[in-house]
């Protein structure tokens, strides 16, 4: 039983997620917990509410204390984790449902996770077993059975990339370990028969002979997968493809490859000439060549910049033309793609952006308040968010959505740093100067080159 998509689930549920969806958003996370738990009753391999369910319990947790949460898991989950062995070998659906009991209580039981993981890929479940093996490993990062189950369901996830990291690092730290390396050894073979597309063969769709035809193929195939190509194998690609396209014309991959490689050559009409062959193909184009045209014109208009002579006289308002015709035309595409796909929250998130950068705050923050239910694009729609909120002088509701997203954010990375930063910018904008400093401070510790945090800094043990 594959997992599946929002797109291949029945309506009723479909809906009854969204509700679910709209509960998370209000805070309101025990009717959000419920919702997602009955539509998991029902549909299993829903990946996307698997998701939005342990971010819901996470965020639930979160404002318990931790003492709280240690003695209900204690006390809760042992006699349910007993009853999810029992019933795991013959119904492993039914114990990737007891396990969900035990995190609806306590989210980062490490036991419930291996549980729900095992029977997750007895299910074949891979994305599912993935979720729960992350949040284990994160609370118990020494545990070596969790790294190697996490390493095969990567695998099995088609991440074998992700599994080389996490076993590598594995291995790091047992270097005389063979059950380990013999499981780097395998993720790393799994990897290279997914890029050579040697998985085909366990579908019945290729052959050895197809792929192993010489070392000059194998060379071309390794050129193919360069982010940059050279313009002569770029060229030598395009001649190749073009002659499969002459056997094959309806080959929409072939046409899709051959405008992909007019991109990396900045050759942007050609290039959509090749997408425009696989709309008049199909109709309509899908949603991720729908993103990649969008983003060909984009590139076209700000090459269109990079050509003008700066020793012209008109030189600035020529430029200042093109910039808004680029970012009008991309908040139009926004526009039209968030009608077309409603639901698509990357689609909302851009939406806002753009909103954002036109300096339309209120119909910003309408879309950034959406795309922050999803929890890849979450922190990035509250950084914008709060900057809405700043824009807008509410610099109370700025710095409380500054600091959510910095609670959420892990690593200290750039974009924890920006985060940091503008809360510091919003607690200076109320007068709390003594705030605001300790903020700054935190990024002078790592980063003293970051922005104006030094002037700010020094200047603030100057006063005292």
């Not at 549920?13 to 009955?38: C, H, M, V």
């Not at 240690?70 to 006699?79: D, H, I, K, N, Q």
């Not at 996490?150 to 063979?178: C, H």
């Not at 052959?207 to 060229?235: F, H, P």
């Amino acid at each position: 039983m594959p997992e599946k998509k929002l797109t291949e689930i029945p309506r009723n549920w479909r809906d009854y997620y969204e509700k679910g969806r709209a509960a998370l958003e209000r805070q309101n996370l025990d009717y959000a917990i419920t919702l997602f738990n009955q539509v998991l009753q029902n549909e299993p391999s829903f990946y996307e509410c698997r998701e939005a369910l342990r971010a819901a319990q996470l965020r639930k947790a979160g404002t318990a204390t931790s003492f709280f949460r240690r003695v209900l898991g204690t006390a809760s989950s042992s006699p349910l984790l007993a009853k999810g062995q029992i019933v795991l070998r013959n119904h492993p659906v039914e114990a990737i449902h007891v396990a969900e009991q035990i995190l609806n209580s306590d989210p980062n039981n490490v036991h419930a996770h291996k549980l729900l993981a095992e029977a997750a890929l007895a299910a074949d479940f891979p994305r599912t077993a993935v979720l729960s093996l992350e949040i284990a490993l994160k609370n118990s990062p020494r545990d070596k059975d969790i790294a190697m189950r996490l390493g095969q369901a990567l695998v099995g996830a088609g991440q074998a990339g992700r599994a080389e990291e996490i076993l590598g690092e594995l291995q790091r730290a047992r270097p005389t370990d063979s059950t380990i390396a013999q499981a780097l050894k395998n993720a790393s073979a799994s990897k290279t028969m997914r890029d050579g597309g040697y998985d085909a063969l366990a579908d019945g769709q290729g052959s050895y002979r197809d792929i192993l035809k010489n070392e000059a193929e194998a060379v071309a195939l390794e050129q193919e997968k360069r982010q940059v190509k050279t313009e002569d194998v770029a060229d030598r690609l395009i001649r190749e493809y073009e002659t499969q396209l002459a056997a094959e014309p309806k080959n929409l991959k072939l046409l899709r490859s051959i405008g992909e490689i007019y991109v990396e050559k900045k050759e942007f009409d050609r290039a959509l000439e090749y997408y425009d062959r696989i709309i008049a193909s199909e109709g309509s184009s899908d949603g991720s060549l729908d993103r990649a045209i969008v983003e060909v014109r984009l590139k076209k208009l700000e090459q269109a910049i990079e050509q003008l002579d700066p020793a012209d006289p008109e030189h600035q308002s020529k430029e200042a033309k093109i910039r808004a015709e680029k970012e009008a035309y991309y908040l139009s595409q926004c526009q039209r793609r968030a009608a077309r796909y409603p639901t698509d929250l990357q689609i909302r998130f851009d939406l806002g952006q753009a909103y954002f950068h036109a300096g339309k705050v209120s119909e910003a923050i309408l879309e950034l308040q959406k795309a922050k239910a999803n929890p890849h694009l979450r922190i990035s729609a509250l950084n914008f968010l709060g900057q809405c909120f700043a824009r807008r002088r509410m610099f109370d509701l700025a710095t409380r959505t500054f600091q959510t997203a910095i609670e959420e954010k892990l690593v200290f990375d750039d974009e924890k740093k920006e985060l940091i930063y503008l809360l510091g910018c919003a607690l200076e904008q109320m007068g709390k100067a003594g705030e605001a400093i300790e903020q700054f401070k935190q990024i002078y510790e790592v980063d003293i080159g970051y922005k104006d945090v030094a002037a700010k800094v020094d200047a603030y043990y100057a006063g005292q």
